[in-house]
Structure formats: C-alpha cells, structure tokens
C-alpha cells in the first residue's frame, strides 16, 4: 500500500486533481437528501472532494476524517476547524450523530475483509436511523475500460475486490443499511497511457506485482511495447452506492 503522508503532496496531481473531484463530489451529492445538517467524510484524504461537499451544501456542517496526518494536514487547510485524525475502523463519534455518511475510494484499500466490515460497522453506528452512507464499490473494475492496456494486463494476479458491491451490500445489510440509490462519475485524468502504466508497474501500485519482481517487470516490458506510449485511454468510469439506516 501506498505511503499517503508521504504522497499528499503530490496526490491530487496524480489523481486527476479538481476535475475528478468535481465529478466525485456532483456524483456523492447527487445520493445526499438536500435537508442533511450534519455530514462525516471518512478517509477524506487531502479534503479535495470534502471541501466541495461543503461549499455545495453551505448549510450542512461538513467534518473530515482520516487516518494518516499528511493528508488530514492538507484537507485541514481546505476545512479549518473541520478535520480530525481518526481511524475508520473506530471512529471517535457518538452513535447516530450524522445524517450523512460518506467514503470515497476507501474501501478498496482494505486489505482485509474484517477491515471493510468494521468500516461498514462504524459508518453505520454514527449515522442516525433514516440517515444515509454513501460509498464508492468496484473500483478496480472500473479501470478495465477494454484498452489495450486491459488487454496485456488481463493475465495478471489479483486479489479479491474488498470493496465488490455484493460484498458492500451485505456487510451493509448486517447493519440495517438499505439499498438507497446509486450513481456513476468518470475519473477525468484518470484515463492510463502506456508509458504511465509501466512506472505504476515498478512503483508497485499494481496489487501483487511488487516492485522488482520479474513477472512485474515482464508486465512493464509488454506495455512498454505498446503504440502511443504517451497517449491515454479512456478514462475510467467509477460506482457509487447510497444504503439508508433503517429507523
């Protein structure tokens, strides 16, 4: 897993900075009730999403929450006063507290399946009965857009989607978190060239092909062979589920 106090820095660069996040947040909002007073953004990283949460929704009192101190640090200076350090698996909330929820591209960095459940647990502990989560799913899916990247890299190993939706649904489910919408935004900048995949490859950012490995740099070497190195394929098309609390 990626190191993030050492790469909030340059993560939002790497991460199709403010357009993506203008389609994350469009996307999140859209799944939001309009009266929602109180909202949580767990693992809200350099609050570029968070901050546009809030502005949107300028009566709503947005809180930031995330685990390592670089990006809480960064998000802090987009909220001031309205982020705190805090593990998603143990949130330092009352019970029932929020009306909204929210986790984007969190659940797919769980390495462990009792992980995304405590996850899931927490989120639904501090929202109040009727109140609503709303969570990205699939996200490594969505990166398969059919290129020929896709293509070279079909034979490589994966591990398990911790964040499958039918694995989502049902660890919501187990706490009374009901099926309350769903949407879809695409990764502006996300889109992967060539050249870019094979430094991905050696950085390790491919689970399961570490840096150094030989099937990691067969992979790299194949793309590397690949038309229009520069050039990126389309970009990916990312899901978002909202589940109510039953009350």
Same mark, same amino acid.
Not at 52 to 65: I, Q
Not at 115 to 141: F, I, N, Q, S, Y
């Given at each position: 897993?990626?190191?993030?106090?050492?790469?909030?820095?340059?993560?939002?660069?790497?991460?199709?900075?403010?357009?993506?996040?203008?389609?994350?947040?469009?996307?999140?909002?859209?799944?939001? =009730?309009?009266?929602?007073?109180?909202?949580?953004?767990?693992?809200?990283?350099?609050?570029?999403?968070?901050?546009? +949460?809030?502005?949107?929704?300028?009566?709503?009192?947005?809180?930031?929450?995330? $685990? /390592?101190?670089?990006?809480?640090?960064?998000?802090?200076?987009?909220?001031?006063?309205? @982020?705190?350090?805090?593990?998603?698996?143990?949130?330092?909330?009352?019970?029932?507290?929020?009306?909204?929820?929210?986790?984007?591209? $969190?659940?797919?960095? +769980?390495?462990?399946?009792?992980?995304?459940?405590?996850?899931?647990?927490?989120?639904?502990?501090?929202?109040?009965?009727?109140?609503?989560?709303? /969570?990205?799913?699939?996200?490594?899916?969505?990166?398969?857009?059919?290129?020929?990247?896709?293509?070279?890299?079909?034979?490589?190993?994966?591990? =398990?989607?911790?964040?499958?939706?039918?694995?989502?649904?049902?660890?919501?489910?187990?706490?009374?978190?009901?099926?309350?919408?769903?949407?879809?935004?695409?990764?502006?900048?996300?889109?992967?060239?060539?050249?870019? /995949?094979?430094?991905?490859?050696?950085?390790?950012? #491919?689970?399961?092909?570490?840096?150094?490995?030989?099937?990691?740099?067969?992979?790299?070497?194949?793309?590397?062979?690949?038309?229009?190195?520069?050039?990126?394929?389309?970009?990916?098309? #990312?899901? @978002?589920?909202? #589940?109510?609390?039953?009350?």
């Amino acid at each position: 897993m990626l190191d993030y106090d050492k790469e909030a820095d340059a993560y939002d660069a790497t991460r199709g900075g403010e357009p993506r996040a203008a389609a994350a947040a469009d996307a999140v909002l859209g799944l939001i =009730p309009p009266d929602t007073r109180r909202l949580l953004d767990v693992a809200c990283g350099t609050g570029i999403v968070t901050r546009r +949460l809030a502005a949107a929704r300028p009566a709503t009192r947005v809180t930031g929450a995330d $685990l /390592t101190y670089g990006m809480a640090r960064t998000a802090a200076v987009r909220l001031p006063g309205a @982020v705190v350090l805090a593990d998603s698996r143990a949130l330092p909330f009352p019970d029932g507290v929020f009306d909204a929820v929210t986790s984007v591209w $969190l659940l797919h960095l +769980l390495d462990r399946p009792e992980d995304v459940r405590a996850v899931v647990a927490e989120c639904a502990r501090v929202l109040r009965p009727g109140g609503v989560w709303v /969570t990205t799913v699939d996200k490594a899916a969505a990166h398969d857009v059919g290129s020929d990247i896709d293509a070279v890299l079909a034979p490589r190993p994966r591990r =398990p989607a911790p964040d499958a939706a039918p694995l989502v649904e049902s660890y919501a489910a187990g706490h009374l978190l009901h099926p309350a919408g769903r949407a879809r935004f695409p990764g502006r900048g996300q889109g992967r060239s060539p050249r870019r /995949t094979a430094a991905d490859l050696r950085r390790g950012w #491919f689970t399961l092909l570490p840096p150094g490995d030989p099937r990691t740099e067969a992979f790299a070497a194949r793309v590397e062979a690949l038309p229009d190195q520069e050039l990126p394929r389309p970009d990916p098309v #990312f899901s @978002v589920r909202a #589940f109510r609390k039953a009350g």
